[in-house]
């Protein structure tokens, strides 16, 4: 059973390009989240989507960052515009579906952004 | 979101088992206290989740206190691969919406010693 897919593993842009970070969830699993940990810093939520929904953004910035988890397909992280200080590992983590109690989630190997 | 206090890190040699407390006093009672960790590099990886009672996997033992305002990761037997930052979360449960996210503070740092 496959873990949690993410790509690409590394990626570098200009300022000012925009970024698409791609994951895709284990078998079975309905809910994504986004996570962010700048260097030097703790993991940070981001966004929960379930499919074609957005769950909570909280943690999102409010301008150029945005993420859709289509019916099919991966989710996608994208960061237009993309600055110095976007420069970060992005992880995804997936989960089952509502109903079971305080689920784990599971974690793919991140993206490494770097912003030059 | 109900806080948790780690220490900043801890040491430990090979073979020998390992106590990482967790201190959560302003649990509430729907909270589910979760660990995870992460290895250099890699996305964290759940460790053990427990309510009330102390809980067994293949991993690790979580002991929790009576009053549930602390609680201890138990590695039995400490490995090189080990060595890792553990973070002990509060997540409130049971069910989904948007209380799902992780809170991640700042985990303690093991380092395990040959």
């Known amino acids: 059973n496959a873990g949690v897919m993410q790509n690409p593993r590394h990626l570098v842009r200009r300022r000012g390009q925009e970024a698409r970070l791609r994951c895709s969830p284990m078998?079975?699993?309905?809910?994504v989240y986004w996570y962010r940990q700048l260097p030097e810093e703790g993991l940070k939520f981001m966004v929960y989507?379930?499919?074609?929904?957005?769950?909570?953004e909280s943690g999102m910035p409010k301008e150029r960052f945005s993420a859709e988890f289509p019916k099919e397909g991966p989710s996608i992280l994208r960061i237009q515009q993309v600055v110095r200080g976007d420069s970060a590992a992005y992880f995804c983590?997936?989960?089952?579906?509502?109903?079971?109690?305080?689920?784990?989630?599971?974690f793919g190997p991140g993206t490494r952004l770097t912003v030059t | 979101d109900a806080k948790t206090t780690q220490p900043n890190s801890m040491e430990s040699n090979e073979e020998e088992p390992v106590h990482l407390p967790c201190n959560h006093s302003?649990?509430?009672?729907?909270?589910?206290i979760h660990w995870y960790r992460q290895l250099p590099s890699q996305g964290p990886e759940y460790v053990i989740h427990?309510?009330?009672s102390n809980v067994n996997n293949r991993m690790a033992s979580l002991a929790i206190a009576e009053d549930r305002k602390s609680s201890t990761l138990i590695l039995h037997r400490a490995t090189l691969r080990d060595a890792a930052v553990y973070y002990c979360?509060?997540?409130?449960?049971?069910?989904?919406?948007?209380?799902?996210?992780?809170?991640f503070g700042t985990g303690t740092l093991l380092a395990v010693q040959p």
């Open positions: 983590a997936s989960s089952p579906a509502s109903g079971r109690v305080s689920y784990e989630q599971y």
């Open positions: 078998k079975g699993h309905s809910h």
């Open positions: 989507l379930q499919k074609e929904n957005i769950i909570d």
């Open positions: 302003t649990i509430s009672g729907t909270d589910y």
């Open positions: 427990g309510l009330t």
């Open positions: 979360i509060l997540k409130f449960g049971p069910y989904g919406g948007a209380t799902n996210k992780l809170i």
